[in-house]
Every structure is written in structure tokens, then in C-alpha cells.
């Protein structure tokens, strides 16, 4: 399911505040990666921002934002669902 608009402000070092709006439910999330799963994406200076829209994207594919996390730490990605960076590399060196 295809979000409207996700907006992603850093609150910290690999920490940011996300907001999803789907239809007419807004959801926000506190989003969590370590430096080392942005080195796993083998993107050359990857935007951080941009990989948590595309990660947060990746996870609207398999359900609503009402279904997200409140707090969601995309380390643990990778190793739940092998998809997962294969579908954001491909977005952020795609466009």
C-alpha cells in the first residue's frame, strides 16, 4: 500500500521523527539505524533521509501505517525480510 507523503526529520544521530499521512490517518513513528546498516546498502554517500522515506516506504508495501510501529529500528530489517535492502539500494540509486 502506497503512502501519500512520508516526512522524515532527524531528531539524532541515526534517529528520526516520521510522519506518514495515508488517506486521512497520520501516523508518527521514532525511526532507529545504526551507521553500519547504511554501509550494508553499498550506495556512495547515501542521503539519510532519503533511505528512511525509502525504508518506511518498503514497509507500506507489506501494510497500512496504522499497522507501523510506534518505534521502529531498521537494523533488525535485513535479517527479517531478505527484500528489504535489495528494494531501498534500488531506490536510492534509481530515484
Do not use: C, K, W
Amino acid at each position: 500500500m502506497a503512502a501519500e507523503d512520508i516526512t522524515a526529520l532527524r531528531t539524532a544521530g541515526g534517529e528520526y521523527r516520521v510522519e506518514v499521512r495515508q488517506s486521512e490517518l497520520t501516523t508518527t513513528h521514532r525511526v532507529l539505524f545504526s551507521p553500519e546498516l547504511l554501509d550494508q546498502l553499498n550506495v556512495a554517500a547515501p542521503d539519510e533521509e532519503r533511505f528512511v522515506v525509502e525504508s518506511i516506504r518498503y514497509l507500506l508495501e507489506q501494510g497500512p501505517a496504522a499497522a507501523l510501529p510506534q518505534e521502529i529500528d531498521l537494523d533488525g530489517l535485513p535479517h527479517e525480510d531478505i527484500g528489504y535492502l535489495p528494494y531501498v539500494r534500488r531506490r536510492m540509486v534509481v530515484g
